[in-house]
């Protein structure tokens, strides 16, 4: 493998590692809030010991949160130098503002939570607790924000002069579109995640008769939030699809395995054997109207199938050359106004020329076949987009009928009684994380050749770093990491197991009144 | 605010940031250097991880912070540092990988094996990031190996070897000292009993050997090759570290002192403040502030002694990078000027807060009574 693979497996092993402990920390920190407002309104101390018990569990996976985290803050410079040369001056905006705006409160707000019980007052506890939740949050705006930019370069232009893209219109970059539907999708899914641990650990402890009060309390929790949220990963979902369809029409047709364009209303394939080689779907079954809905929200807009799009890919190589060829006359003179002129009016095209750098490093002699054999990098790997996509909206759909179903049996108060039910919850418990590393690899895959869409090819954003060196610490983070999340799991097995009484160190307390309210 | 200013605010606020992660996380990193020797039995081992337990997470985004401001701000020298000392870098990251974890995960089983494990580790998450810290700072006077092309891509021959050289070396353990006295004077001002005694007793030989290391790479850096600039440049071009002549020449990175006296006041303070941590020891407030100045001293001295250079290239001079050279745009820097403006004294303000929520010594028989609620 050359360092380009390397770097880039290295970079989804880490991330996809970093995003197994995220949505739990999203998602378990806006119930602990929510217990804790029970808590402190009611007066009633089983909800207080139900936010240490699940804070034990919080703790342990932000621990593995935070270390996993430390890596993709730093990677990006030492993996993918030239990347951060050439966007650091918009993308690096919003990771700065990451951990001055939002990390730091986190982290500092997560020592009260732990250990400032008997050192606070009840309320000034809560909102700690509620700062903590409501950091975590803002943190995974901040890096979606980043991370939208990725997907829709907006606000950014490219100068001469620095060899970069820098940054016109930071108000554009914050109120990326993408950026705010990823936000909510994301967050959504890591509220799903949480209620879903805490409805399958309940579930686990209600089919052994044991703690039967603090489960059936943190039950009722999860099913409501969690219906409002898998709720609102499904909506909210289909709005990432819908910003996709605007600037990532390549991503669309990828994910559908739509080889060709389909007329307005286009229907959505349900299933399907995508066939990357003959450039083809097998099998397909359609229903008319529903993509043309999802990618446009109208009846009347054709959606451009991938063959077309690489026709497109290769007009607009065409213009990057001219772009590229403007670049090289500018360095040669810089105050030479007609090529830059040339290069403004291509700049937005100069990305695709530089798709052809994989095929010749003297790019502008290019030759047509060149143009075309880079014009058809731009198709991602369908079948994996197509699959991914498919479990991902189906794992979305089950968890509304569970949530549905729970929140049903919580107002009926028969939890307890339907023990099939309680064994579905149980088995639940690793498909959220499945939903969202599949989510994520139809995000970052589906963007493949480029690193920054349209702009950067991201083969050419890596350091110029020894291949050795990445190979050394890809397999250094695989078993490092592989170790820190046995170790992980063992102990929230562990405390599971043990169970709130054990975990607290003394009985959970009855679920009566044992303090007014107030301070 | 001109771009010219802005470049010089942004250059000291890198050097706030690093001070600020410096003292403040710092002391994180000595006490778990001093773990497993100032705390013998699992108790006292767990009053001294306890001390930094509430405190130590949020620390640490000073260096998450310093990173991600080096990238918004300084993006040629976040590419090019971080990827030319790859390898110590990726050291550094599992170093400080073991921290969250160790911290988090040790005490919660009660095998001594399992905690005598995490207490090394907890060790090692502390002695690797002070050194490499260290090293690293004094490779910047040594110079390092990279170049530009055309599209500005770096292309570097640096080596974990190479960046081992005996300077760097020397400056890598006055780092370590500098950690080590200021952790101890933490563990003075929070541990008790049997603890405290044993710090009390390291802080005078971890300051000593701070101060004799700093005087010693002092010394040195007079007879290295520091880098001048030929010609003066603009401070208000755009960022392009391929504009400009730079000679090496014996003995510069004295220059800025040799023309403006009164920085001798950086290196002056780092002394004193490892002074003060001896004389004041007994008195472990007063010695906490002396040993915060050291870093305060020690990395001042370091910025002003290499201004305007941020990272300075020894096989290819000209394409060192400098304060006017390697920076992010003049809006960049501006809209983020703005956000540090306002936050950084929020973020200052509940730091006080926590730090005061959280006052007064760990206690022995406190964790003893109430074992769960602490690591």
């Not at chain 1, 219906?227 to 991503?251: H, I, R, T």
């Not at chain 1, 669309?252 to 066939?275: H, K, Q, R």
Request: glycine fraction near 8%; include cysteine.
């Amino acid at each position: 493998m050359d360092i380009v693979e390397l770097s880039r497996l290295q970079f989804a092993i880490t991330a996809l590692y970093h995003f197994l402990f995220v949505p739990l920390t999203l998602g378990l920190s806006i119930l602990l809030g929510i217990m804790e407002t029970v808590y402190v309104m009611s007066g009633r101390a089983i909800w207080r010991d139900m936010v240490k018990f699940w804070g034990t569990l919080f703790g342990i996976n932000f621990a593995m949160g935070v270390a996993t985290g430390l890596t993709m803050e730093f990677q990006f410079g030492t993996n993918w130098a030239y990347y951060s040369h050439y966007v650091g001056d918009v993308f690096g905006a919003p990771l700065a503002l990451e951990g001055l705006m939002a990390f730091f409160l986190e982290a500092t707000f997560v020592g009260l939570f732990f250990f400032a019980w008997d050192r606070l007052s009840r309320i000034q506890h809560l909102i700690a607790t509620w700062a903590l939740a409501i950091a975590t949050n803002f943190s995974a705006l901040w890096i979606l924000i980043a991370n939208g930019w990725m997907q829709y370069p907006v606000g950014a232009h490219f100068n001469v002069d620095t060899m970069r893209m820098e940054m016109t219109d930071f108000s554009a970059v914050l109120f990326n579109p993408v950026a705010q539907a990823k936000f909510v999708h994301t967050v959504s899914a890591g509220y799903v995640t949480g209620s879903v641990f805490v409805l399958a650990i309940s579930a686990y402890y209600l089919l052994r008769g044991r703690h039967r009060e603090l489960a059936r309390r943190s039950m009722t929790v999860a099913a409501s939030f969690g219906l409002a949220s898998a709720l609102s990963v499904v909506v909210l979902g289909d709005e990432s699809g819908y910003m996709a369809g605007l600037n990532q029409k390549m991503k669309i047709a990828a994910i559908e395995a739509m080889w060709n364009t389909e007329p307005a209303p286009a229907s959505f394939t349900v299933v399907g054997l995508p066939n990357l080689a003959g450039r083809k779907t097998e099998f397909a079954v359609k229903v008319p109207w529903v993509l043309g809905l999802i990618a446009t929200r109208s009846i009347d807009t054709p959606v451009p199938g991938i063959n077309q799009l690489v026709d497109i890919a290769a007009t607009r190589i065409k213009s990057g050359l001219v772009a590229y060829d403007a670049l090289l006359k500018v360095r040669q003179n810089p105050k030479d106004m007609a090529a830059r002129a040339t290069l403004d009016a291509h700049s937005a095209d100069l990305g695709y020329a530089l798709l052809l750098k994989h095929f010749r490093s003297d790019i502008q002699n290019a030759t047509p076949a060149d143009i075309a054999n880079a014009a058809a990098t731009t198709i991602p790997n369908v079948p994996v987009l197509f699959w991914s996509f498919r479990i991902m909206v189906g794992l979305g759909f089950w968890f509304i009928a569970l949530f549905g179903t729970a929140f049903w049996l919580a107002g009926w108060r028969r939890l307890e009684t339907h023990r099939s039910f309680l064994w579905a919850s149980l088995l639940t418990l690793p498909l959220p994380w499945l939903a969202a590393e599949l989510g994520w690899i139809v995000a970052e895959y589906g963007r493949q050749p480029w690193v920054i869409e349209d702009v950067l090819p991201t083969a050419l954003g890596v350091s110029s770093t020894d291949a050795g060196n990445v190979l050394f610490s890809l397999i250094g983070f695989a078993l490092f990491y592989s170790t820190l999340l046995a170790a992980d799991l063992y102990l929230l097995q562990k405390y599971i197991r043990l169970g709130p009484e054990e975990t607290l160190g003394r009985p959970v307390s009855a679920p009566s009144v044992t303090h007014a309210i107030g301070v | 605010m001109s771009y010219e200013l802005l470049r010089l605010t942004w250059w000291a606020l890198l050097g706030i940031l690093l001070i600020g992660f410096a003292a403040l996380d710092g002391f994180d990193l000595g006490a778990m250097i001093l773990l497993p020797f100032v705390a013998r039995s699992d108790i006292e081992r767990r009053v001294v991880i306890n001390t930094i337990g509430p405190v130590w997470e949020g620390n640490q985004v000073w260096f998450i912070l310093g990173g991600g401001a080096i990238f918004a701000a300084w993006p040629m020298l976040y590419a090019a540092s971080f990827s030319g000392f790859y390898l110590a870098m990726i050291l550094l990251l599992g170093a400080l990988i073991l921290r969250p974890v160790g911290i988090k995960f040790r005490s919660k089983v009660d095998d001594p094996n399992w905690r005598r494990s995490w207490d090394w580790l907890l060790f090692v998450s502390g002695l690797v990031p002070s050194l490499i810290f260290g090293v690293a700072i004094g490779n910047l006077f040594e110079g390092v190996r990279f170049s530009f092309d055309a599209d500005l891509r770096m292309h570097s021959t640096i080596t974990l070897l190479s960046l081992l050289n005996p300077f760097a070396l020397v400056v890598g353990l006055a780092s370590l000292a500098m950690i080590a006295l200021h952790g101890a004077c933490w563990l003075n001002l929070k541990a008790t009993g049997a603890v405290r005694a044993r710090v009390y007793g390291i802080i005078p030989a971890a300051a000593i050997a701070f101060a004799v290391l700093f005087a010693i790479a002092g010394f040195w850096v007079a007879q290295l090759n520091g880098a001048h600039l030929s010609v003066p440049m603009a401070h208000d071009a755009p960022s392009n570290p391929l504009m400009k002549t730079v000679a090496l020449i014996r003995g510069a990175w004295l220059m800025n002192f040799r023309g403006e006296p009164i920085l001798w006041a950086a290196p002056v303070l780092a002394f004193a403040g490892a002074l003060f941590a001896i004389l004041l020891r007994s008195r472990p407030g007063y010695a906490f502030i002396g040993s915060a100045l050291v870093p305060l001293g020690a990395i001042g001295t370091v910025g002003l002694s290499l201004f305007p250079f941020l990272l300075p290239s020894s096989s290819d001079p000209n394409a060192s990078l400098t304060v006017w050279d390697a920076s992010s745009s003049k809006l960049t820097l501006a809209i983020m000027l703005g956000a540090v403006a306002i936050f950084l004294p929020i973020v200052l303000a509940y730091t006080a807060w926590v730090y005061r929520v959280f006052k007064g010594p760990v206690k022995p028989e406190n964790i003893v009574s109430e074992s769960k609620s602490f690591y």
